[in-house]
């Protein structure tokens, strides 16, 4: 008997009918979820958000399915034994992405958005309108589309609905005009609510929000909703079912167990929680099904080589900064929710877009506070090791406008260098010419932000500094722990190398490890704001 073939977890198919019947790929059921959020009596509204290439536009081809009645593509899943309106009253579905709205300019949007609407009434065998605006041409054809409907409803599925932005958050002037016309646009979804059995918007941020959604109040936002947490994503559960035989040949061909695999596979792809009101978190699916692939079975950044996010690179641009410490970042729920392009923190982008999670959220402690969510605080963090080295390698070097392949040359000689013991040549020239790659127009005002490049630069490095380190007569601005040996750095601005030195040793930086086997190097470093950059670095043994 021939062996059965695993089906693989596919990452290029986002159709729904093309994915069940293929006899190669597999679904991981996400229909009894869908069946709870679609089969509520009233006209349903929703909006969510989620990263890129996290299976929304999948998630609304299934639900396409749903209402045009194709019951024969459910069998065997959860929607298939449930009364759902689909079975016996189909609904007229019109699906379209606003990734075919994201020209260069104004002009363009305008173009594509009305070759949009242009073809939903070619969908429908409706006549395309000679005069009219866009936004009006498309309350035109909701009303005439709903009209031809034998429910007298139709649905309607927006899939990217921020992407046009997209390319405008460092040109406001722009971004302004764009958005004015998608809220118009939006606006006919709102004022023609009645004949829209359900809408469902997607996006990766919020980004539009303050001035689409003022035309949209009728949406319901799922985006943080606890029920629909691991809609989108692969729960723990789903790892140690549906995937369970995919995990167990990745890891027959690491040589591994099965356990091991899966803690790694959790460590890299894992730990995206879409809701404060759950511990519930799902592993990346582009990721895991890249990684479960016949070219797969690394341990990488998938995620970022499918594309990196415009919207993350252009805001940091726009912003003239580089972020500060992601792995302890404190907010308030409602900076989260911020939404208006000119004024949006790139931390609050970062969480948006899926490379910061919430990993920890604090309740206050006063009586009078109990179950007011607005009083908690979240800590945020990179979700995973995927992430990490996508934010160190891909968008530092991408924003300081290293090729990639000197990018890569640099990256890996200072690597080598480090795990050789080989400190001087680091730290005298490539961190000089890493310093000397920053943007003209970032501040570089204080200590801290000199800092602030410096632990950057050196852990994109691989060296991986543990900042503020404790000694017993006060803390070292970063310490780098090896195998075979113990690097002690003090940072100074706009003083001396010496003087870095000279604070390194009259405070005991290093006594904690003489006397041990691994040698120990001290390095004394100094920014100068007059260079813009660092000068030589004094480095000596302790």
């Known amino acids: 008997m021939a062996k059965r073939r695993i089906q693989e977890l596919t990452t290029g198919v986002h159709d729904f009918p093309t994915l069940i019947n293929g006899k190669e790929t597999k679904y991981v059921d996400k229909t009894g979820i869908l069946y709870e959020l679609a089969r509520k009596e009233e006209d349903a509204q929703y909006f969510i958000s989620r990263p890129r290439r996290f299976g929304k536009s999948l998630m609304l081809s ?11 593509l459910f069998k065997g899943l959860a929607i298939d034994k449930e009364d759902w309106e689909g079975w016996t009253a189909p609904t007229p579905v019109y699906s379209f992405t606003m ?15 009305g070759e949009i609407v242009d073809g939903l009434y070619e969908q429908a065998g409706l006549a395309i309108p000679s005069k009219g605006t866009i936004p009006g041409k498309f309350s035109k054809f909701l009303k005439a589309a709903a009209e031809l409907s034998p429910t007298k409803k139709i649905v309607v599925l927006v899939d990217e609905y921020d992407e046009p932005v997209a390319g405008f ?17 939006y606006e006919k979804l709102k004022i023609n609510s009645d004949v829209i059995r359900f809408l469902m918007m997607t996006g990766v941020t919020k980004l539009t929000k303050l001035s689409v959604f003022s035309g949209l109040t009728h949406l319901t936002d799922l985006s943080d909703d606890a029920r629909f947490a691991t809609l989108l994503g692969y729960t723990h559960s789903e790892i140690d079912g549906a995937l369970r035989e995919n995990v167990e040949a990745l890891a027959k061909k690491l040589g591994q167990d099965f356990e091991s695999t899966r803690d790694k596979i959790l460590k890299w792809f894992d730990g995206y929680r879409f ?12 990721s895991l099904g890249k990684l479960f692939s016949p070219g797969g079975g690394v341990f990488k950044s998938y995620w970022e080589a499918t594309g990196g996010s415009t919207l993350i690179f252009n805001r940091i641009k726009a912003v003239g900064k580089m972020p500060d410490d992601l792995e302890n970042v404190r907010v ?4 989260l929710d911020v939404c208006d392009a000119e ?5 609050a982008l970062l969480y948006q877009s899926g490379y910061l999670t919430i990993k920890e959220v604090f309740h206050s402690d006063k009586p009078e506070d109990k179950g007011v969510a607005a009083t908690d605080t979240y800590r945020l963090a990179p979700p995973n090791e995927e992430i990490r080295h996508s934010l160190r390698d891909g968008y530092v070097s991408r924003i300081l406008g290293f090729p990639d392949d000197s990018w890569e040359t640099l990256i890996d000689r200072a690597r080598r260098l480090i795990a050789a013991g080989d400190i001087r040549e680091v730290v005298e020239t490539m961190l000089f010419s890493l310093y000397a790659q920053i943007p003209p127009d970032w501040r570089i005002a204080n200590e801290s932000e000199a800092k602030r490049y410096f632990q950057l630069f050196f852990a994109m490095l691989g060296a991986d500094p543990a900042p503020e380190f404790p000694s017993a007569r006060g803390y070292a601005d970063a310490i780098v722990q090896r195998p075979d040996a113990v690097y002690v750095f003090e940072f100074k601005y706009d003083e001396s190398p010496e003087a870095a030195m000279r604070q390194i040793r009259e405070r005991g930086y290093a006594d904690k490890w003489k006397g041990g086997k691994r040698p120990v190097t001290l390095i004394g470093i100094n920014f100068s704001s007059k260079k813009r950059n660092i000068d030589i670095p004094i480095i000596e043994k302790a």
Do not use: W
């Not at 299934?62 to 024969?72: N, S, V």
């Not at 300019?105 to 594509?112: I, N």
């Not at 764009?178 to 118009?184: C, E, G, P």
């Not at 809701?275 to 582009?286: G, L």
């Open 62 to 72: 299934t639900i396409q399915a749903m209402f045009e009645g194709r019951r024969d």
């Open 343 to 347: 004024t949006l923190p790139i931390e």
């Open 332 to 335: 308030r729920p409602i900076q």
């Open 169 to 185: 958050l460092d040109d406001i002037g722009e971004l302004k005009r764009v958005r004015k016309l998608l809220h118009d646009f």
């Open 99 to 113: 990734s075919n709205a994201n020209g260069d300019s104004y002009a363009e949007v305008k173009e594509q958005l």
């Open 275 to 286: 809701s404060p009101q759950t511990e519930a978190r799902v592993v990346n699916p582009v």
